[in-house]
Nanobody, 119 residues
Framework: QVQLVETGGGLVQAGGSLRLSCAAS????????MGWFRQVPGKEREFVAA????????DYTDSVKGRFTISRDNAKSTVYLQMNSLKPEDTAVYYC????????????WGQGIQVTVSS
């Protein structure tokens, strides 16, 4: 079973930057697409960004295009999310997971990491 551990969140002012990391255990990491999701209280978890297994293709939800960059290091079994020009509406708990067609592939999730953007 794959375990996912997200780190790097915190409190930042609007316009600031944060870099999230997701370390994955298990031998399947380098062969699967990975992605980031986020959730705010009272709402469903939503897709944010995805990267294919080789890191050559990425996909973003419209609201973060041009501001967020997803990347991965298969040697470290880690996927990253560089978040620039942060907005208060980016405030959420962020999670990583494998994914297929913008939907999570693993049933289990990590603990998530809180990102709070103040105005």
């Amino acid at each position: 079973q794959v375990q996912l551990v997200e780190t790097g969140g915190g409190l930042v002012q609007a316009g600031g930057s944060l870099r999230l990391s997701c370390a994955a255990s298990g031998r399947t990491f380098s062969s699967v697409a990975m992605g980031w999701f986020r959730q705010v209280p009272g709402k469903e978890r939503e897709f944010v960004a995805a990267i294919n297994w080789s890191g050559t293709s990425t996909d973003y939800t419209d609201s973060v295009k041009g501001r967020f960059t997803i990347s991965r290091d298969n040697a470290k079994s880690t996927v990253y999310l560089q978040m620039n020009s942060l907005k208060p509406e980016d405030t959420a708990v962020y999670y990583c997971n494998a994914l297929v067609a913008r939907r999570p592939a693993f049933d289990s999730w990590g603990q998530g990491i809180q990102v709070t953007v103040s105005s």
